[in-house]
């Protein structure tokens, strides 16, 4: 099956977001992410930087050439100037930009830009109906929030850690930005969800996003299994509490893949596959938390199976079986894959520095008004002169500001 076509042509048809303004001073990397996805579909993304100290994923990574490319996925759709706002003519002219503008994200530690003098007073002075997204570790209040904040201390924090990883081993933190992730695609629906609000009141909010909340979030009812029950759950590795056969398996040429029976039906399905059908009289597999007791039992007789099969021959058999079966894959195996290629999940960007180069694609597919990539994350302060130009200031005006160290 091919991916769905839009009913209005792209060209046709203005982006979602077209027309909306956002100023991204965020750094590293909930609230960039967050702009990232607003400038996806549309949204006229400015990034901020410091005129001497770039965002550091600009530095994260590998790189290519002395290009980072972290940031070409990150910086993607973003126009990129430089300001420091620290200084006076930073300031007075983040103000300029801020009247003009719909929302403006950023991630200093609380204070900070009350320090400047561009707190939410002062910037929503000068646009009532600006929308200021405040990106911190911990949130805006609290007796935490003046600490320094990153997604690997929400990692830990919010029982991610905790229930991850093997029942003998340590605690595992993912080795990518999770928390920053999750609180990414928050902070973009919780930006849309105060713009909503302002097409009602035609007032502005304040958007206060704690990257240890959203994490919490998606770790599901732990809180409530703790307040009704006492239950704290354990490191249980890729097995499950709540169902079995659940784990990863190697095949006979080496490679693994991953079984999931969350479904009843899905299960019994699994262990007439294997030739086990036996299993399914058992009084205790009539439920997943009863099969999740004898998980021993059940991975023995999945495990072995699949171990006498290749990979292809086990995805073939559990889909012919119309069971829940996927490879573990690596990158390598990403591009490559048909599924992701026929959603058009990684796309071509055309780049001057470094040419085509493969990205994700935008998160999801709208069939009217889709969003696109239009450039590749871009030097650093590359659109400064032309922003600020568009803002009204002249060439003096900007000189000067340069030669103060504002830009």
């Known amino acids: 099956m091919t991916a769905p076509t839009t009913t209005v042509s792209p060209a046709a048809a203005p982006a979602p977001l077209e027309g909306l303004r956002v100023l991204d001073l965020a750094t590293l990397f909930a609230g960039p992410l967050a702009a990232t996805m607003l400038g996806d579909f549309g949204a006229e993304v400015v990034k901020v930087e410091h005129p001497r100290r770039p ?34 003519g930073g300031r007075d002219t983040l103000l300029r930009l801020a009247a003009s503008t719909d929302v403006i994200i950023e991630n200093f530690r609380p204070g900070t830009l009350e320090k400047w003098d561009l707190g939410w007073e002062e910037l929503s002075a000068v646009n009532p109906r600006l929308v200021l997204a405040r990106v911190t ?50 902070t973009a629906y919780a930006v849309m969800t105060a713009l909503a609000a302002r097409d009602r009141t035609g007032r502005g909010q304040v958007v206060d996003m704690a990257i240890i909340e959203p994490i919490l979030t998606v770790l599901g009812p732990q809180p409530l299994w703790y307040d009704q029950l006492g239950h704290v759950q354990a490191r249980t590795g890729n097995r499950s509490q709540n169902n079995a056969p659940r784990n990863t398996y190697r095949t006979a040429d080496g490679t693994w893949v991953a079984v999931s029976t969350s479904a009843q039906s ?29 998980t021993d039992v059940l991975d023995e007789a999945v495990g072995t199976w699949i171990a006498r099969h290749t990979r292809a021959e086990v995805i073939d058999a559990f889909e012919k079986a119309e069971a829940a079966v996927a490879p573990v894959q690596d990158v390598r195996d990403v591009m490559e894959d048909p599924q ?12 001057p520095e470094l040419g085509p180069l493969r990205m994700q694609n935008v998160l999801f597919r709208l069939t009217d008004t889709p969003g696109g990539i239009r450039w590749a994350g871009r030097p650093h302060g590359a659109d400064t002169d032309a922003v600020l130009t568009e803002l009204g200031l002249t060439d003096d005006e900007i000189a000067k500001l340069r030669a103060e160290g504002a830009l």
């Open 340 to 351: 992701y290629a026929a959603l058009g999940s990684i796309t071509t960007v055309d780049d």
């Open 137 to 186: 570790g911990f949130g805006q209040f609290g007796p935490y929030s003046r600490r320094p904040g990153f997604g690997t201390l929400a990692e830990a924090m919010s029982g991610f850690a905790a229930i991850t990883g093997e029942p003998d081993a340590p605690p595992v933190l993912p080795p990518f930005g999770l928390a920053d992730s999750i609180a990414g695609l928050a």
């Open 55 to 88: 965002d550091p994923s600009r530095g994260h990574g590998p790189s290519k050439d002395g290009i980072g490319l972290w940031w070409k996925l990150l910086g993607r759709n973003k126009r990129t100037m430089t300001l420091d706002l620290s200084t006076c």
């Open 266 to 294: 899905v299960a019994e399905r699994v262990m007439c596959l294997v030739g086990r059908p036996e299993l399914i009289t058992e009084p205790w597999f009539a439920t997943g938390a009863d099969r999740a007791r004898h």
